[in-house]
């Protein structure tokens, strides 16, 4: 588990935590509204101020139980969406990886569709299809009344979706490879320095101080976030960072040089340069 996987799974562990505390609380407040209920005999009408504001804080509990209950749902959902969100963040050191083998299953994917249609022309049928049983061969048949229009096991929009998402991945990679062969150069400032830390795809903000509450207003404004972890400012390391990271005053290069121009002239096709 990398860094990245690591703080998913921190975030996941805290929002569970703050789950359970909300029950425990909530727990707990009913059943102190309810040891103050015992105390009302059955059926006693209100006695006075004193009764009043003794059944309010009764009741105040109870409403405070079922917020607290629902503060709990509301972490529970967002401790599953996270544990259930399989997206590949490009913030991840290992997206290319990853984003690599995901391609390589959509192609395969590709194949095997175009593979079992083009079977199903040549036969009428599924069955017999190398490496699928009849069972799935059977389902395959069925399903295809969902798209009369369409006589084959995998609707033209199956094979359509997947290559978009062949294309968008093939995409997602060689932006992220192209960032990583960037080379991106850091700098100093007065008061520290700037690092763009490719291998943690992050432009990195180092202050020998406590920066000013102005300065942390600013640098949050330009997208940067203090991370613990690394003791520095951080945002993803890409030209918007950069460019970003140009427009704060505070983290100016000492020699007064413009940290856009510092940096090395991207390829594009054609041998072109930005």
Same mark, same amino acid.
């Given at each position: 588990? &990398?860094?990245?996987?690591?703080?998913?799974?921190?975030?996941?562990?805290?929002?569970?935590?703050?789950?359970?505390?909300?029950?425990?609380?909530?727990?707990?407040?009913?059943?102190?509204?309810?040891?103050?209920?015992?105390?009302?005999?059955?059926?006693?009408?209100?006695?006075?101020?004193?009764?009043?504001?003794?059944?309010?804080?009764?009741?105040?509990?109870?409403?405070?139980?079922?917020?607290?209950?629902?503060?709990?749902?509301?972490?529970?959902?967002?401790?599953?969406?996270?544990?259930?969100?399989?997206?590949?963040?490009?913030?991840?050191?290992?997206?290319?990886?990853?984003?690599?083998?995901?391609?390589?299953?959509?192609?395969?994917?590709?194949?095997?569709?175009?593979?079992?249609?083009?079977?199903?022309?040549?036969?009428?049928t599924c069955q017999g299809f190398p490496g699928?049983?009849?069972?799935?061969?059977?389902?395959?048949?069925?399903?295809?009344?969902?798209?009369?229009?369409?006589?084959?096991?995998?609707?033209?929009?199956?094979?359509?979706?997947?290559?978009?998402?062949?294309?968008?991945?093939?995409?997602?990679i060689q932006k992220l490879t192209e960032a990583?062969?960037?080379?991106?150069?850091?700098?100093?400032?007065?008061?520290?320095?700037?690092?763009?830390?490719?291998?943690?795809?992050?432009?990195?903000?180092?202050?020998?101080?406590?920066?000013?509450?102005?300065?942390?207003?600013?640098?949050?404004?330009?997208?940067?976030?203090?991370?613990?972890?690394?003791?520095?400012?951080?945002?993803?390391?890409?030209? &918007?960072?950069?460019?970003?990271?140009?427009?704060?005053?505070?983290?100016?290069?000492?020699?007064?040089?413009?940290?856009?121009?510092?940096?090395?002239?991207?390829?594009?096709?054609?041998?072109?340069?930005r």
């Amino acid at each position: 588990m &990398n860094d990245y996987e690591q703080k998913k799974q921190d975030r996941i562990d805290r929002l569970h935590a703050r789950a359970d505390k909300a029950r425990a609380q909530s727990d707990a407040l009913w059943k102190e509204s309810g040891v103050m209920a015992s105390a009302i005999p059955s059926g006693q009408p209100i006695h006075g101020g004193t009764d009043q504001r003794y059944r309010n804080r009764m009741m105040g509990k109870m409403e405070k139980s079922f917020a607290a209950m629902d503060k709990a749902e509301y972490y529970e959902r967002r401790a599953q969406a996270a544990e259930e969100n399989t997206a590949i963040s490009s913030d991840d050191p290992e997206a290319i990886a990853k984003l690599t083998k995901k391609l390589e299953g959509l192609q395969k994917a590709q194949e095997y569709m175009k593979a079992v249609n083009d079977y199903y022309k040549a036969t009428g049928t599924c069955q017999g299809f190398p490496g699928l049983s009849d069972e799935e061969a059977s389902k395959l048949e069925d399903g295809m009344k969902y798209h009369p229009w369409d006589k084959k096991p995998f609707a033209s929009a199956s094979l359509s979706n997947n290559n978009q998402n062949i294309n968008t991945t093939k995409k997602r990679i060689q932006k992220l490879t192209e960032a990583k062969e960037q080379g991106y150069t850091g700098w100093t400032f007065e008061g520290g320095r700037v690092e763009a830390n490719g291998d943690k795809n992050r432009l990195q903000i180092f202050f020998d101080e406590i920066p000013s509450e102005e300065v942390r207003k600013e640098l949050k404004g330009w997208g940067f976030r203090w991370a613990r972890s690394e003791g520095a400012w951080q945002r993803q390391l890409t030209d &918007n960072a950069i460019y970003a990271a140009s427009r704060i005053k505070a983290i100016q290069p000492t020699d007064g040089t413009n940290p856009v121009k510092i940096q090395p002239k991207r390829k594009k096709q054609g041998g072109q340069t930005r």
